[in-house]
């Protein structure tokens, strides 16, 4: 079983920037590839960002030059960097640890991103 716990989320001004921050707990961090989802009002939730056990990344084209996902294993703790900030970034942000062809998954609760002038 894992913990995830999000925070680093708020409002911005477009072109701003935030680092979202995920915790965990409850078993061997190192193990399990991360990811970052979003889901904005009305839509479905979308992948945003992907770093594995080796930490080989992989981001969404709509956020491709513009985020940045990285993780600390001593920490335990896995990082998006949000840089340029759009207003359809606006969405509650979660993170998933995953392994084992998902046969291990877990979320977080979430925070939410709101990027409006």
């Known amino acids: 079983q894992v913990q995830l716990v999000e925070s680093g989320g708020g409002l911005v001004q477009p072109g701003g920037s935030l680092r979202l921050s995920c915790a965990a707990s409850?078993?061997?961090?190192?193990?399990?590839?991360m990811d970052w989802y979003r889901q904005a009002p009305g839509k479905q939730r979308e992948l945003v960002a992907t770093?594995?056990?080796?930490?080989?990344?992989n981001y969404a084209d709509s956020v491709k030059g513009r985020f940045s996902i990285s993780r600390d294993n001593t920490n335990n703790t896995v990082y998006l960097q949000m840089n340029s900030l759009e207003p359809e970034d606006t969405a509650v942000y979660y993170c998933?640890?995953?392994?084992?062809?998902?046969?291990?998954?877990?979320w977080g609760q979430g925070t939410q991103v709101t990027v409006s002038s």
């Open positions: 998933n640890a995953h392994r084992l062809g998902r046969k291990l998954d877990f």
């Open positions: 770093i594995t056990t080796g930490g080989s990344t």
């Open positions: 409850g078993s061997i961090f190192s193990i399990y590839h």
